[in-house]
């Protein structure tokens, strides 16, 4: 079923063709494993008040326009499987907005009569300013979250199995809404939105399911810093807009990615230190329109530190980001984790200490280790730390919660008992459960690299320093 309206805003294709839904279980091995292309499909849309950027991953509505509103739909096409990805609304404005997918038919997309999303009965749209789920121009479910400001991120997940009833989940700035059944078995879903104002801006994100093209990094710290930098084992951030109160973080979009630092004094300091090692990171603001991102290395943590990880805190006075730098410790006195603390979006740092409820182990042969953090929650606020808990042996792998943006650690738990070294962990779907990557053996601390799913209620019904594991 083709759009109906067929304004000078879209295209409508005629046919005689009796319209049907696609079933994924009728289709080809070549088509099977055809899914499309995670992008907005920039040369199906005629409206020239949108631009395009980001590889079409992005779409903004721009100039003035007689439409009312503007449905862009994707080049993906979704099924046989389960999907996960993100709309990041990064600006709604006053106005309703919607987010969400329409089934494909043999024919096309039904935009239906008003050429919304949301306004036929094989489209379902997320609309953040109202907290509704939009299908054919009713709200099936309202009284659902809804944006703090005038941005945010709408995750969606899809479960399209060839020979059942499809369902899908949307995720509101971290919080899941109810799961709805689609119409029919075999589903092949197209993601879209639909712009209704003028300055609203959305990018889809398919978490990592394909990638851009790799870009040359031509930037470097500040001089007496060398050129030879090295990146930190682990992931970097995204800054978060509603963890700066009401107006939003202005530096929301930030990326940060943790480095290696050093002056270009490459001799050994006392205790097997690295007096020319400083943690830094590698920034990149969201880019103007229609520009590409820009990276510049900003901060700076004190000397010695080494491999670190970032996390944002809450901060509901702040104009922009504050962030938390978790450091590898490589001082004439090493055994305990650094710390360093940023106001400014990790600009700069202005706050630096040793933390000495994080213990992490120094051998004949290694000093430290390359730890993990990671923010689970922001109501209430949760930020997770893992790393091996053993003064002189590469051990005991412990899971901590710090419920003060990391001032305290107040709940411990060891995951695993045995040799361990190097983690990093990673949120999975709707935060209730950790994914904790880390080397572990029964030889060595790095006999093999495992994966392990941990529930976050296992973490916190647990006493302080009890040492049951998992």
Same mark, same amino acid.
Request: hydrophobic content about 35%; proline content about 5%; some cysteine.
């Given at each position: 079923?083709?759009?109906? /309206?067929?304004?000078?805003?879209?295209?409508?294709?005629?046919?005689?063709?009796?319209?049907?839904?696609?079933?994924?279980?009728?289709?080809?091995?070549?088509?099977?494993?055809?899914?499309?292309?995670?992008?907005?499909?920039?040369?199906?849309?005629?409206?020239?008040?949108?631009r395009?950027?980001?590889?079409?991953?992005?779409?903004?509505?721009?100039?003035?326009?007689?439409?009312?509103?503007?449905?862009?739909?994707?080049?993906?096409?979704?099924?046989?499987?389960?999907?996960?990805?993100?709309?990041?609304?990064?600006?709604?404005?006053?106005?309703?907005?919607?987010?969400?997918?329409?089934?494909?038919?043999?024919?096309?997309?039904?935009?239906?009569?008003?050429?919304?999303?949301?306004?036929?009965?094989?489209?379902?749209?997320?609309?953040?300013?109202?907290?509704?789920?939009?299908?054919?121009?009713?709200?099936?479910?309202?009284?659902?979250?809804?944006?703090?400001?005038?941005?945010?991120?709408?995750g969606?997940?899809?479960?399209?199995?060839?020979?059942?009833?499809?369902?899908?989940?949307?995720?509101?700035?971290?919080?899941?809404?109810?799961?709805? /059944?689609?119409?029919?078995?075999?589903?092949?879903?197209?993601?879209?939105?639909?712009?209704?104002?003028?300055?609203?801006?959305?990018?889809?994100?398919?978490?990592?399911?394909?990638?851009?093209?790799?870009?040359?990094?031509?930037?470097?710290?500040p001089?007496?810093f060398?050129?030879?930098?090295?990146?930190?084992?682990?992931?970097?951030?995204?800054?978060?807009?509603?963890?700066?109160?009401?107006?939003?973080?202005?530096?929301?979009?930030?990326?940060?990615?943790?480095?290696?630092?050093?002056?270009?004094?490459?001799?050994?300091?006392?205790?097997?230190?690295?007096?020319?090692?400083?943690a830094?990171?590698?920034?990149?603001?969201?880019?103007? *329109?229609?520009?590409?991102? /820009?990276?510049?290395?900003?901060?700076?943590?004190? /000397?010695?530190?080494?491999?670190?990880?970032?996390?944002?805190?809450?901060?509901?006075?702040?104009?922009?980001?504050?962030?938390?730098l978790?450091?590898?410790?490589?001082?004439?006195?090493?055994?305990?984790?650094?710390?360093?603390?940023?106001?400014?979006?990790?600009?700069?740092?202005?706050?630096?200490?040793?933390?000495?409820?994080?213990?992490?182990?120094?051998t004949?042969?290694?000093?430290?280790?390359?730890?993990?953090?990671?923010?689970?929650?922001?109501?209430?606020?949760?930020?997770?730390?893992?790393?091996?808990?053993?003064?002189?042996?590469?051990s005991?792998?412990?899971?901590?919660?710090?419920?003060?943006?990391?001032? #305290?650690?107040?709940?411990?738990?060891?995951?695993? #008992?045995g040799?361990?070294?190097?983690?990093?962990?990673?949120?999975?779907?709707?935060?209730?459960?950790v994914?904790?990557?880390?080397?572990?053996?029964?030889?060595?601390?790095?006999?093999?690299?495992?994966?392990?799913?941990?529930?976050?209620?296992?973490?916190?019904?647990? *006493?302080?320093?009890?040492?049951? *594991?998992?």
């Open positions: 079923m083709a759009n109906e /309206q067929c304004s000078n805003e879209l295209s409508c294709d005629k046919t005689s063709e009796k319209p049907y839904l696609l079933d994924s279980s009728t289709f080809s091995s070549e088509k099977m494993n055809n899914f499309g292309e995670f992008r907005f499909d920039s040369n199906r849309s005629m409206n020239s008040s949108i395009f950027s980001n590889n079409d991953c992005t779409v903004e509505w721009l100039e003035p326009s007689m439409a009312v509103w503007i449905p862009v739909e994707t080049k993906a096409k979704l099924h046989s499987g389960k999907w996960s990805l993100e709309f990041d609304v990064e600006w709604m404005g006053t106005h309703q907005i919607g987010v969400g997918f329409l089934l494909d038919w043999n024919i096309g997309s039904d935009w239906g009569f008003f050429g919304y999303l949301g306004s036929s009965s094989s489209a379902w749209s997320y609309d953040p300013s109202t907290g509704d789920i939009v299908t054919n121009t009713e709200s099936i479910h309202g009284n659902l979250p809804k944006f703090t400001g005038n941005s945010g991120v709408i969606l997940e899809l479960d399209l199995p060839k020979n059942e009833i499809g369902k899908f989940t949307f995720i509101v700035d971290g919080v899941r809404t109810p799961t709805k /059944q689609l119409s029919n078995s075999g589903a092949v879903a197209i993601p879209a939105v639909c712009l209704l104002s003028r300055g609203q801006k959305v990018t889809i994100r398919n978490l990592g399911i394909t990638w851009s093209d790799p870009t040359p990094l031509n930037v470097f710290p001089p007496p060398s050129k030879s930098i090295k990146p930190a084992v682990g992931h970097g951030i995204e800054i978060i807009g509603s963890l700066c109160g009401r107006e939003n973080c202005s530096d929301a979009g930030t990326l940060l990615m943790p480095f290696v630092c050093t002056n270009g004094s490459s001799h050994t300091g006392d205790n097997g230190s690295c007096p020319s090692c400083y830094c990171v590698l920034k990149s603001e969201m880019p103007e *329109k229609n520009q590409n991102r /820009q990276w510049n290395f900003t901060g700076i943590a004190q /000397q010695y530190t080494r491999e670190s990880q970032l996390v944002q805190t809450i901060n509901m006075d702040a104009g922009t980001s504050h962030i938390y978790n450091g590898r410790n490589f001082s004439p006195v090493p055994g305990h984790r650094y710390f360093a603390r940023s106001i400014n979006g990790a600009d700069q740092f202005t706050e630096f200490g040793i933390d000495s409820s994080l213990i992490e182990p120094v004949k042969a290694w000093t430290g280790v390359v730890c993990s953090i990671e923010r689970i929650s922001i109501n209430p606020s949760r930020i997770l730390f893992s790393g091996p808990a053993n003064a002189t042996v590469r005991n792998l412990t899971l901590r919660l710090s419920y003060d943006e990391a001032h #305290s650690w107040s709940i411990s738990r060891i995951l695993f #008992s040799l361990s070294g190097y983690s990093d962990i990673a949120v999975v779907g709707d935060g209730k459960n994914a904790l990557v880390f080397e572990n053996g029964e030889e060595t601390f790095a006999d093999r690299i495992s994966v392990a799913i941990v529930p976050v209620s296992w973490i916190e019904n647990n *006493k302080k320093n009890d040492n049951k *594991k998992l």
